[in-house]
């Protein structure tokens, strides 16, 4: 043993085994609090909201099991479908205008203009606006009195009830939403556009490619990770849209702007702790399905461009 | 595009939800009647109010204090919408407040899913020495009960009477409308130039059941099974109102134009008539100080018959609140007359109990309202009002007849199909 003890070479060794496991051991000691953290506030929560939505729950008196029931009687519920329909039609149409805006004026913006800090700053400004006061100040924009009627009367046009009336209410809260975000896409597609090597627009021009062709072949391709990132975040951001409206139509009128996430809270109001629940789980399925499909939709375009 | 940081939030209805499960709920069972407070008692408790910057609960909290000197009250201020919001996550999630001041349409939600107590059983049927049924007249005794057990105390009470512009009316020598008819002739009148001012017509269950309660109509059936709203009654209520809209003596108030008070378009001279709720009268006053005056209140015109929706606000102890004693001692105190003028005094609302109604505070006359002791007008209301069935399923059905009113005004079905498909899906509510 004594030989053993003294090699030099063994002790490396032990020192190499017992090096892996204090790291592993400190790593774990580091990462606890966030893991205990994370557990207790976000895992826990999410397991036991799953039961709950499996049960009738009120949050006073015991939950009650009922199996699929909620999700039963949410998929039969005209008003469910009809909040989800409101969902999809308000992420289809912020997520044709935004990330196309987003790209436009960071196109524009990646150009050698003047004042380039000044109109970058004024598009991000809005992402850092509360979104309740950018509700509100199109609240009051889009009102019978608001400045948007002012102008319209002002050139001769009628003015319109964009928040009364069930047909515009809904393309008025995307409007808000647009206006609000898009920002945030003009300066994620700027850094996009600024990382793309210059060399290949150089060799492009040289092949006779046109600026479209540039476009298409270059800057497109190029910006495949970034216009990936945008949609997944983006769409799982409007699927979850409530703050807008809350504050600019209350989900009227006639439930024309009633989102998944308004009936989930209405459910919650209503103390139906356990339908919310299954609405949560819902639309986690639907969000996980979109990101899904968007990840091998992307990955197989990639594939062919290679 | 949306901030992720939205994805907090079914988080957060999720943590809500598990935190009930941890910590646990009672219910409303086992209430019984509480000793009375002693002056020397010590502790705390926590008072959530709506009330806002002209709340009479705050100020009422030094003198309560001076009574318990060693009971500290955590005063919580919060709007109304949020109040709302966190009540039933409060409740269960087991971190309650032991006083909370709650919308009377939310009563019969609350009280069905057992977060509120048995103030029956916790007051031993008496407030402040009194017996119950004489601090209230018989409706708000009504509108308080659930189950057959008093669930809140109310605080102070919402009937509709008819707010007016009597220095446009005597301009036009146009007299106070008394009948649904007499209303309209107005309305009309108004309308036109050079004032084109106009009655204010607010798509909600609140001024369809107005309308409706005066027609002899009803909201369901008296066992509270089925829809009763859709009959003839309740088409002429939402052809009345539909009529203002239709010859524009009437301005549509959606939820796009501000609140339902209208002050907005009572400021810049778009409502010179509308029907509400005494609360009123304190915006009135304070948003609205250059138009003293030219208000006046006349009891709401009648269909066939007087009638009024009945809310307001109620005081409620949740069912697993921590000092139900301190709590039952602090309802009281704001239920005394002193404090209860106080209602009217900061808040400029109409407090709830008989006697506050008839002290010389309230009666006397109003210089805002042209002399006028308006609180009369309300009170009167208050003896023919109803409050809205209790029903757990409230909320939704609530939903479907503003859906409905909400159609038959901006044209998109007839009052008869809006109330008949309304009604269809209410019962399903009921039955499911």
């Given at each position: 043993?004594?030989?053993?003890?003294?090699?030099?070479?063994?002790?490396?060794?032990?020192?190499?085994?017992?090096?892996?496991?204090?790291?592993?051991?400190?790593?774990?000691?580091?990462?606890?609090?966030?893991?205990?953290?994370?557990?207790?506030?976000?895992?826990?929560?999410?397991?036991?909201?799953?039961?709950?939505?499996?049960?009738?729950?009120?949050?006073?008196?015991?939950?009650?099991?009922?199996?699929?029931?909620?999700?039963?009687?949410?998929?039969?519920?005209?008003?469910?479908?009809?909040?989800?329909?409101?969902?999809?039609?308000?992420?289809?149409?912020?997520?044709?205008?935004?990330?196309?805006?987003?790209?436009?004026?960071?196109?524009?913006?990646?150009?050698?203009?003047?004042?380039?800090?000044?109109?970058?700053?004024?598009?991000?400004?809005?992402?850092?606006?509360?979104?309740?006061?950018?509700?509100?100040?199109?609240?009051?924009?889009?009102?019978?009195?608001?400045?948007?009627?002012?102008?319209?009367?002002?050139?001769?046009?009628?003015?319109?009830?964009?928040?009364?009336?069930?047909?515009?209410?809904?393309?008025?809260?995307?409007?808000?939403?647009?206006?609000?975000?898009?920002?945030?896409?003009?300066?994620?597609?700027?850094?996009?556009?600024?990382?793309?090597?210059?060399?290949?627009?150089?060799?492009?021009?040289?092949?006779?490619?046109?600026?479209?062709?540039?476009?298409?072949?270059?800057?497109?391709?190029?910006?495949?990770?970034?216009?990936?990132?945008?949609?997944?975040?983006?769409?799982?951001?409007?699927?979850?849209?409530?703050?807008?409206?809350?504050?600019?139509?209350?989900?009227?009128?006639?439930?024309?702007?009633?989102?998944?996430?308004?009936?989930?809270?209405?459910?919650?109001?209503?103390?139906?702790?356990?339908?919310?629940?299954?609405?949560?789980?819902?639309?986690?399925?639907?969000?996980?399905?979109?990101?899904?499909?968007?990840?091998?939709?992307?990955?197989?375009?990639?594939?062919?461009?290679? | 595009?949306?901030?992720?940081?939205?994805?907090?939030?079914?988080?957060?209805?999720?943590?809500?939800?598990?935190?009930?499960?941890?910590?646990?709920?009672?219910?409303?069972?086992?209430?019984?009647?509480?000793?009375?407070?002693?002056?020397?008692?010590?502790?705390?408790?926590?008072?959530?109010?709506?009330?806002?910057?002209?709340?009479?609960?705050?100020?009422?909290?030094?003198?309560?204090?001076?009574?318990?000197?060693?009971?500290?009250?955590?005063?919580?201020?919060?709007?109304?919408?949020?109040?709302?919001?966190?009540?039933?996550?409060?409740?269960?999630?087991?971190?309650?407040?032991?006083?909370?001041?709650?919308?009377?349409?939310?009563?019969?939600?609350?009280?069905?899913?057992?977060?509120?107590?048995?103030?029956?059983?916790l007051s031993g049927g008496k407030v402040n020495g009194e017996p119950i049924g004489r601090v209230y007249p018989r409706s708000a005794l009504d509108a308080m009960t659930f189950d057959g057990h008093y669930v809140s105390m109310l605080y102070?009470?919402?009937?509709?009477?008819?707010?007016?512009?009597?220095?446009?009316?005597?301009?036009?020598?146009?007299?106070?409308?008394?009948?649904?008819?007499?209303?309209?002739?107005?309305?009309?009148?108004?309308?036109?130039?050079?004032?084109?001012?106009?009655?204010?017509?607010?798509?909600?269950?609140?001024?369809?059941?107005?309308?409706?309660?005066?027609?002899?109509?009803?909201?369901?059936?008296?066992?509270?099974?089925?829809?009763?709203?859709?009959?003839?009654?309740?088409?002429?209520?939402?052809?009345?109102?539909?009529?203002?809209?239709?010859?524009?003596?009437?301005?549509?108030?959606?939820?796009?134009?501000?609140?339902?008070?209208?002050?907005?378009?009572?400021?810049?001279?778009?409502?010179?008539?509308?029907?509400?709720?005494?609360?009123?009268?304190?915006?009135?006053?304070?948003?609205?100080?250059?138009?003293?005056?030219?208000?006046?209140?006349?009891?709401?015109?009648?269909?066939?018959?007087?009638?009024?929706?009945?809310?307001?606000?109620?005081?409620?102890?949740?069912?697993?609140?921590?000092?139900?004693?301190?709590?039952?001692?602090?309802?009281?105190?704001?239920?005394?007359?002193?404090?209860?003028?106080?209602?009217?005094?900061?808040?400029?609302?109409?407090?709830?109990?008989?006697?506050?109604?008839?002290?010389?505070?309230?009666?006397?006359?109003?210089?805002?309202?042209?002399?006028?002791?308006?609180?009369?007008?309300?009170?009167?209301?208050?003896?023919?009002?109803?409050?809205?069935?209790?029903?757990?399923?409230?909320?939704?059905?609530?939903?479907?007849?503003?859906?409905?009113?909400?159609?038959?005004?901006?044209?998109?079905?007839?009052?008869?199909?809006?109330?008949?498909?309304?009604?269809?899906?209410?019962?399903?509510?009921?039955?499911?």
């Amino acid at each position: 043993m004594g030989s053993w003890a003294a090699s030099p070479r063994l002790r490396i060794v032990r020192a190499r085994r017992r090096g892996p496991t204090r790291r592993v051991g400190a790593a774990y000691a580091m990462l606890a609090p966030a893991l205990l953290t994370a557990g207790a506030f976000l895992y826990l929560p999410m397991l036991l909201s799953a039961y709950w939505s499996f049960t009738d729950y009120n949050g006073i008196a015991a939950p009650h099991w009922v199996g699929l029931g909620n999700y039963r009687e949410l998929l039969a519920s005209a008003d469910f479908r009809h909040a989800l329909r409101n969902t999809v039609e308000f992420t289809v149409l912020s997520m044709t205008i935004g990330p196309g805006l987003g790209l436009a004026s960071a196109l524009l913006l990646n150009q050698r203009i003047r004042f380039r800090g000044f109109f970058r700053t004024a598009y991000f400004l809005p992402v850092i606006t509360s979104l309740v006061v950018v509700a509100t100040t199109w609240k009051i924009m889009l009102n019978d009195r608001g400045i948007v009627n002012d102008v319209l009367r002002f050139v001769g046009l009628p003015g319109h009830a964009w928040l009364a009336d069930p047909s515009t209410a809904l393309p008025s809260m995307v409007a808000a939403s647009v206006w609000q975000g898009f920002g945030f896409e003009t300066v994620v597609f700027l850094a996009a556009l600024q990382s793309i090597p210059s060399e290949l627009y150089d060799a492009a021009s040289v092949d006779g490619a046109g600026a479209w062709a540039r476009f298409r072949y270059v800057t497109l391709p190029g910006l495949r990770p970034t216009v990936l990132f945008v949609f997944v975040i983006g769409i799982i951001g409007a699927f979850q849209v409530f703050d807008q409206a809350f504050v600019m139509t209350q989900g009227g009128p006639l439930d024309s702007t009633k989102t998944i996430v308004y009936y989930l809270v209405d459910r919650f109001q209503a103390l139906e702790l356990g339908k919310a629940s299954a609405v949560a789980y819902l639309l986690l399925v639907i969000l996980a399905a979109v990101s899904l499909l968007q990840f091998r939709l992307f990955s197989r375009r990639g594939d062919r461009t290679r | 595009m949306r901030m992720p940081r939205r994805l907090l939030f079914p988080s957060a209805i999720a943590l809500a939800v598990a935190l009930a499960a941890v910590v646990g709920c009672g219910g409303s069972g086992g209430d019984k009647p509480t000793t009375a407070l002693s002056h020397d008692a010590r502790g705390s408790l926590t008072v959530w109010d709506y009330y806002g910057s002209a709340t009479p609960i705050k100020p009422a909290i030094a003198a309560f204090h001076k009574a318990y000197p060693n009971v500290h009250v955590n005063y919580q201020a919060y709007d109304y919408d949020t109040i709302a919001q966190k009540f039933p996550v409060a409740v269960s999630s087991g971190s309650p407040p032991d006083v909370a001041t709650i919308d009377m349409t939310l009563l019969p939600t609350y009280a069905a899913n057992g977060t509120l107590s048995d103030l029956s059983a916790l007051s031993g049927g008496k407030v402040n020495g009194e017996p119950i049924g004489r601090v209230y007249p018989r409706s708000a005794l009504d509108a308080m009960t659930f189950d057959g057990h008093y669930v809140s105390m109310l605080y102070d009470f919402d009937a509709y009477a008819l707010y007016y512009r009597a220095d446009l009316l005597a301009r036009k020598h146009l007299p106070v409308p008394h009948s649904w008819s007499q209303l309209r002739s107005v309305a009309r009148q108004l309308a036109e130039p050079p004032d084109r001012s106009r009655f204010q017509v607010l798509p909600d269950t609140f001024h369809f059941a107005q309308m409706l309660f005066q027609q002899s109509g009803r909201i369901l059936t008296p066992d509270d099974r089925k829809a009763a709203f859709d009959d003839e009654a309740g088409v002429s209520a939402l052809g009345m109102m539909k009529g203002f809209l239709d010859d524009h003596s009437g301005v549509y108030w959606g939820a796009d134009q501000g609140d339902s008070s209208g002050i907005e378009g009572v400021k810049d001279g778009r409502i010179a008539m509308f029907e509400n709720g005494p609360y009123v009268m304190g915006i009135l006053k304070q948003s609205a100080p250059e138009q003293r005056g030219k208000w006046r209140v006349a009891p709401a015109p009648v269909g066939r018959q007087p009638g009024s929706y009945l809310g307001g606000t109620g005081l409620v102890i949740p069912a697993n609140a921590n000092h139900k004693e301190a709590a039952w001692a602090f309802t009281q105190f704001l239920l005394r007359p002193d404090q209860q003028i106080g209602v009217y005094k900061y808040a400029g609302a109409a407090p709830a109990t008989a006697a506050a109604l008839a002290s010389p505070e309230l009666t006397k006359p109003d210089p805002y309202f042209g002399g006028q002791a308006p609180f009369t007008v309300f009170r009167q209301a208050m003896n023919t009002a109803t409050h809205f069935p209790y029903v757990k399923q409230w909320p939704d059905v609530d939903g479907a007849i503003t859906d409905a009113v909400t159609a038959a005004l901006l044209g998109k079905a007839s009052p008869q199909k809006a109330l008949s498909q309304a009604a269809d899906k209410v019962d399903g509510i009921l039955g499911g």
